[in-house]
């Protein structure tokens, strides 16, 4: 987009006691695209409940035997009372609460904990009541309804992230207030995420006015405005505060206070924006919100859960998938003389080097002819890609976009010298990883990972080493898990695979 030259108009600056006008009124139904969407998750968590009483009673009895001659009662807990008291439980526990709406797993989470709270209520209420019920119809009952709702939220999910990406509804328009670089940086970082729904269309300069002139931006630049005029200007419904401009407790409170009733959401951007929420907490003190930064999580019960499931998962993917290695090896033996897979060596956890194991999917002599081809180098730093690389085979490109490629690092995995998800494995050409590169080998590389997910091949250099280094600070299991699920639908859309 085309740089907007800085607006210096200076208006005065508004009371604390701001006129609800048209205007207001306006930016409020903008901001509250949340309220439709939160009706439709209710109905839908609503006809989950009832379905999953539905085939409890179709399926496994008609009535419990704590409900002899009070069928009515019995249809009347089932049917009105069980999916109420979901309802209830699920907006006790935030899982309405707007801000986990659309994005990340917190909103799952937090059904979860919904379903393990319907459980202990139903069984308090059955004890207290002396009610025999049928501990499988209960455990029938509520894992069907969180079955249901996980599904239907994450369909509606799925339909909020086409609609923001199509059309921008569903979407919060975003002023940034801080230096140039600062709001810079965070709008690198929420335009990632176009499903995020974070839109971001101006930024207010609140230092740097003269270092600033002159440099192209994304969006218009303003400096010396009010920020109520400018969100009313450029029809903005979220301040996002970014870095140092936060540093003022004083003005940061002030704008809140000015903020309140109009409908616009303030943010606050810290300078932590690869470090994830889990490792951030605040911790008040004397009235000081201090950001405690918790260190990244590289031992303990759950890095032992990780390698466990990564020997157990590698075991039983090259077993249950022997079958379709032997026909890829057939494959490349017909395609192209030569050996099945390519060993390379490549840096793994702690400066340890590998050799990887992958089919092989280029000539023999792919290694003498890549110098002929360096000037032909699309990607950057220490990778060598080429969209239409001559010593691919026809087979080993066919392999190379469906990932088929990769399988045969399910033994590297058992061998613990790579994991399931992880940094992207880098070639071992002389180990000398120096800088914050070198902060990747504190764990083991992946066969899949932020990279992968993200956009793989057609990332650059210093994109994938950030990805990585956000991997390694920010890692958990559930983390994992859901890199596993997004790689599914990656490889199937072949995103970035060449």
Request: aromatic residues 10%; proline residues 6%; contains cysteine.
């Amino acid at each position: 987009m085309p740089y907007d030259s800085f607006e210096w108009q200076q208006e005065p600056p508004p009371s604390n006691g701001v006129p609800r006008s048209a205007w207001t009124r306006s930016h409020r139904r903008l901001s509250r695209w949340h309220r439709p969407y939160t009706l439709i998750l209710i109905f839908l968590d609503f006809v989950s409940a009832i379905l999953a009483s539905a085939l409890a009673v179709t399926f496994i009895q008609k009535a419990s035997s704590g409900f002899q001659g009070r069928e009515n009662i019995f249809y009347f807990v089932a049917f009105v009372g069980l999916p109420l008291g979901w309802i209830f439980t699920l907006w006790a526990n935030g899982s309405y609460d707007r801000r986990y709406l659309g994005l990340g797993s917190e909103e799952f989470k937090r059904v979860f904990r919904s379903s393990i709270t319907v459980v202990a209520a139903v069984s308090l209420l059955a004890f207290g009541t002396r009610t025999q019920l049928s501990r499988v119809t209960v455990a029938y009952v509520c894992v069907a309804a969180l079955i249901f709702i996980l599904f239907c939220r994450y369909s509606a999910r799925q339909v909020l992230h086409v609609a923001r990406r199509r059309t921008g509804h569903g979407a919060h328009r975003m002023i940034l207030m801080g230096t140039l670089p600062e709001a810079l940086e965070v709008y690198t970082a929420v335009t990632r995420s176009p499903a995020a729904g974070l839109i971001p269309v101006a930024i207010h300069l609140t230092d740097g006015y003269s270092a600033a002139r002159g440099i192209e931006t994304p969006v218009p630049v303003y400096a010396g405005r009010d920020v109520l005029a400018l969100v009313r200007e450029v029809g903005g419904d979220t301040i996002a505060v970014c870095g140092s401009a936060s540093a003022e407790p004083g003005e940061l409170r002030r704008l809140a206070w000015a903020l309140e009733g109009t409908g616009v959401d303030l943010v606050v951007a810290p300078q932590l924006t690869d470090i994830a929420g889990p490792r951030v907490h605040i911790r008040p003190i004397e009235g000081l919100p201090l950001l405690h930064v918790e260190e990244p999580t590289l031992s303990g019960p759950g890095w032992l859960a990780k390698n466990l499931l990564d020997r157990v998962a590698a075991f039983f993917g090259l077993l249950f998938l022997s079958p379709v290695l032997a026909v890829i090896a057939i494959g490349i033996k017909m395609a192209s003389p030569g050996p099945v897979f390519f060993r390379q060596p490549r840096v793994g956890h702690e400066g340890h080097t590998f050799r990887v194991w992958k089919f092989r999917t280029m000539d023999v002599d792919a290694e003498e002819r890549k110098a002929t081809l360096e000037e032909l180098n699309e990607a950057d730093g220490m990778l060598f890609k080429m969209k239409e690389d001559p010593r691919i085979f026809r087979f080993g490109s066919k392999l190379r976009a469906t990932s088929l490629d990769e399988l045969p690092q399910l033994i590297n995995v058992l061998k613990g010298e790579m994991s399931l998800v992880g940094p992207r494995p880098l070639p071992a050409d002389d180990g000398d990883y120096l800088g914050d590169v070198r902060r990747r080998l504190l764990v083991r590389p992946g066969i899949t990972g932020l990279w992968q997910v993200s956009g793989r091949s057609d990332l650059s250099w210093d994109e994938a080493v950030r990805l990585d280094l956000y991997y390694v600070d920010n890692w958990s299991l559930t983390y994992d898990l859901g890199i596993l699920w997004r790689t599914i639908w990656v490889v199937l859309k072949r995103k970035g695979a060449y």
